[in-house]
């Protein structure tokens, strides 16, 4: 439960109304009910304003009211922005309650964890794991052996963590995904089958880092496959061995970065993108959902398409093709009029 | 243990021969073992009619036997569907019979559930979850504060449901699914960083929903995430937050739906299909595998290709694709015979 | 740890230097300590081989040292697949020392396993269950009713092998694979809705197979969803009931194979691939990622593209679509120039 006064001085805000008011949810503007918060930010909910329940509402400072309203406000600079950091509050406050150890926890023998974690039911964490402080490690979730996980950071249910990962401080790791598997490497035998090439690296997952459920990093060969601070995966993504992953960027679901590519920072990349190996990615690259990346890309380049172009230009392409049975046409039409004009010009040669 | 008769009421048909014949499974034909009951529907198979061993046969009630044979005769209209039927027999007698509790079990204080529910070993239930009547969950399942699951639904090995979801009556959700993880929302910071969009939202799935092996589906950041009833996704699908989908909706395996898209009734999607963000797509809509969509579908319409396309225009658009290199041929051959004729025209002019 | 004799004797190498040295791990050659072994393949660290701390260095038989160097030196005919073999003596040599049942284990009456098993914690194994000799089950693994596991086999945290299926010796699967969930099987009904099509086969994976982190698996709905001795799966995978894939061969990681198809035996494909339904594709083909299939594929044919041509042809085709504007372009500007050329004639004729 917050009061209005409190959600005001958290988000730089100032009260119109009793700041003792208190609320214990968020609620859409059009569903708002006492006792919640709502906010107000896209012009088409305006009437809402006028007749929500809600308790407590989020108006931008430049709003002007057209005539008094029954909630208690708070002025922001930006409602929308504002509302998630609201939400933050109630998420965290949820969160930050979690501590202590359930029963049938496996625990290795002189176990080093910070203070204030939270260790739940049937997770098993090897010998020689350190967790930080505050660690929050949900149920039914394995941490190999040497595992180090740092300060703060959430595991959710399932998870599972190879031997030797280094996860980092304020990172997420949401349910079954899977960090330091075996990467995909074996050499082909001259009887055609293949000898599996141990993958002995590890996985190094540095600060602020949020990974998808369902998502895996596969251990590096030999050293680690690396993904910097700050960066965001999505569900279902796919890390190949020895890939790097750059600074602050973000990968949308699905997506999947082949064996050794190495990708610069502050990326974005939509759903379902793929990327072969051994390739560089700079800097500030955008790759639009679905396109296949099979050739390095300098920095602050826009591609799409399979195989991926630059955008505008696969665009002006994608242009054409969608017209391509007339452009045959047209094509057809003239190899029978120049038939014809040679024809003529034949005849009247003779 | 069914016999002839019980299996014959079941289907609506009718025995020919010894109605109290016994089988305890089912077989294909051309490997039909006494004790088993197989099916005649494909015509590659008919001289195995005649040879068959098992016990009990189910044939459609037009076909024409050349000559009489040994097993029991079961009649019905389609003996292909009549088969489904008689696994499902199979199936949900053995299934029927798994309750109780196994040890190893975490149930939450004041746990409410209702008849008949089987909850695996290593099963983590959250407080105020509540199961209805003849829920089966197996084991190492986690069911997070609050979720609520309808009867008969089956949730299989390893599933991960967060805080707050809903899950219908008569659902399977098959091993390793995650339902509820955050929504993958993030606001770009000055300094390149993304700061975390809290997703306090849900996720609700409605009755007779199938879900796959792996699938993800992300809560939304306010309000629900809603997979309607009848719905059926494949493995390795990805539904993310604020998406819905529409009744008897199909889609196949390794498919996205990005954020706040709606998806219609009745639609059929193939495997690895991408809708982005954003999007309306109508009702029974149903696009080809592998395809990209990238605006709104009207309803009723066929998609194809990336980025899609309605389906019949992409096909004859790739039609011309395939012989690019002929066209451009072509179309070079006519550049020099235009310049001929232009030569000669001017030289003729002169 | 390991002597430089014993790993000459292993790679079939001769030693220069003292036999005797040991190591107790492996280093890239720049950062080589003592008491590591490193291996000199690429060119470019060659300054390396002079410089490194490292006790054994591999080198192939044929590089020619300029001057002498400290370590001890194992020559072998290709020292990069040399160190493959030196990693996996590390790293057997650590699991093979796994064995035993942790404690919170759930083992069905009667439970039948072979010698030198290791069974981790919350892991439950039900009736009829069989384990052969040095299976290695990870913590929170589920293995159905009559699952059968041959020996030496290694399962990995969280993997679920739903009843029935049978898994062959040598294999290796990794983190929160599913193997067995239900084939994607409805019938449509007059109503709109789906009934399902129980799937009563099984999955049956023969020896030397790996199977990827978060892979699904199907089980047939009668008979057996087949992978073949040798094959190696990356992450993500999936593959569809009924399918066959034949022996030794690989694919990449997000790949799916929908149901009944039958994939040849040395087939390689690489990411993101899609196969459609009751395909059947030869043996010895390549499919480039992200490529789409739908069409039967002849032996030894490489594929690319979306839909899926010979991949050479693919090439040519999208060569032209790259410029696909200029064509566009030519035949606009040649149209312009057959009606200037076509009314010249005209005139002349009149």
């Known amino acids: 439960m917050f009061s209005a006064e409190t959600i005001a001085g958290y ?4 009260v119109e109304g009793e700041p003792s008011t208190v609320v214990t949810g968020v609620a859409r503007i059009e569903q708002g009910k006492p006792g919640t918060l709502c906010f107000f930010a896209n012009p088409k909910y305006e009437k809402y304003v006028y007749t929500t329940k809600a308790s407590i509402i989020l108006l931008n400072r430049d709003y002007e009211l057209r005539e008094s309203i029954a ?4 002025r922001v600079d930006n409602a929308y922005e504002g509302i998630a950091s609201v939400l933050g509050l109630f998420e965290q406050k949820k969160l930050a309650n979690k501590k202590g150890c359930d029963r049938f926890v496996w625990l290795p023998w002189r176990f080093k964890k910070g203070k204030n974690c939270y260790i739940g039911a049937y997770t098993y964490i090897a010998r020689g794991a350190r967790l930080g402080n505050s660690v929050k490690v949900y149920p039914q979730v394995y941490i190999g052996e040497n595992v180090t996980v740092g300060d703060n950071t959430i595991i959710y249910p399932g998870v599972k963590i190879y031997q030797g990962c280094v996860i ?18 074996f050499a082909p035998q001259a009887n055609g089958e293949y000898k599996k090439i141990p993958q002995i690296g590890n996985v190094v997952i540095e600060d602020n880092v949020e990974i998808g459920a369902g998502t895996t990093i596969d251990r590096s060969t030999i050293g680690s496959t690396l993904v910097c601070s700050g960066v965001k995966l999505d569900n279902l993504v796919q890390i190949a061995h020895n890939v790097e992953i750059g600074k602050n960027t973000v990968i949308a679901a699905q997506t999947g970065i082949a064996g050794s590519s190495k990708v610069g920072e502050s990326c974005i990349f939509a759903g379902q993108v793929g990327v072969i190996g051994h390739l560089k990615i700079g800097n500030r690259v955008t790759i639009a959902s679905k396109s296949g990346v099979s050739k390095n890309i300098p920095d602050g380049m826009a ?16 242009a054409v093709f969608r017209n391509l049975p007339a452009l045959r046409d047209d094509v057809d039409s003239l190899v029978k009029k120049v038939a014809v004009l040679e024809n003529n010009q034949e005849d009247k040669s003779q």
């Open 11 to 14: 988000l730089n805000g100032s």
């Open 71 to 74: 909630p208690t406000i708070i």
């Open 303 to 318: 591609m799409l398409g399979f195989p991926g172009m630059e955008a505008s230009k696969y665009k002006r392409s994608f």
């Open 168 to 185: 980092g401080a304020n990172c997420i790791i949401h349910a079954n995904a899977v960090i330091g598997s075996d990467g995909f490497g």
